[in-house]
């Protein structure tokens, strides 16, 4: 006589459970999403914030690459242009990008309440949220000048910004473009915006 084997569909035993089992593997799969999109929230601004740095640090790359370049002469009116670089940004929650300058050095948030502050070789990032990063762009002395358009198209320092001996440039959020720089000379060397 042989022994009886049970059919794994005819066992019954512990079918009281399964409901229970089912509730408890239900509320732990709950909880590890709920803790996964609070990771995800945490962890967004840093991944968002090492995109916007490597941008920076490209651009800083680019600016002092040029630099070495051929520098259009401002006093010739035919002269070619200068060395140039093109600046791709898409910087989300930033309130300005400054180039060579430090437009809040009261850290209030406006803009048009004190001096600017020169500082070359230097790209301010200020957040949103008030959060601030400098880059530094290595290399000899770098100026920073608005550039604005003359009638014939050429790009020209901005005479406004020339009167208040303002120096730098300053890209009020959203960053999000191309920014193009060109190198000339006018008694000494400026990095020139053409925006």
Not at 91 to 113: H, I, M, Q, R
Not at 129 to 149: A, C, L, S
């Amino acid at each position: 006589m042989g022994v009886k084997r049970n059919s794994i569909f005819r066992d019954t035993r512990g079918i009281d459970t399964v409901p229970l089992k089912m509730v408890f593997y239900l509320v732990i799969t709950g909880a590890i999403i709920i803790l996964m999109a609070f990771s995800w929230n945490n962890l967004l601004p840093i991944y968002s914030g090492a995109k916007d740095s490597k941008q920076i640090n490209d651009a800083a790359i680019e600016i002092r690459s040029i630099q070495n370049g051929y520098a259009r002469n401002l006093q010739e009116v035919n002269a070619p242009n200068g060395s140039m670089c093109d600046l791709k940004f898409k910087l989300e929650d930033v309130s300005y990008l400054a180039f060579g300058v430090d437009p809040d050095p009261d850290l209030n948030g406006n803009l048009t309440d004190t001096q600017w502050i020169p500082e070359n070789n230097t790209i301010i990032c200020q957040y949103e949220n008030g959060v601030r990063d400098r880059y530094h762009i290595e290399g000899d002395i770098i100026n920073f000048k608005k550039g604005t358009q003359d009638k014939n198209g050429k790009w020209l320092p901005d005479e406004r910004q020339k009167r208040n001996k303002i120096q730098g440039v300053l890209i009020e959020g959203p960053v999000n473009g191309n920014f193009v720089f060109e190198l000339v000379l006018e008694n000494k060397k400026y990095t020139l915006s053409h925006f």
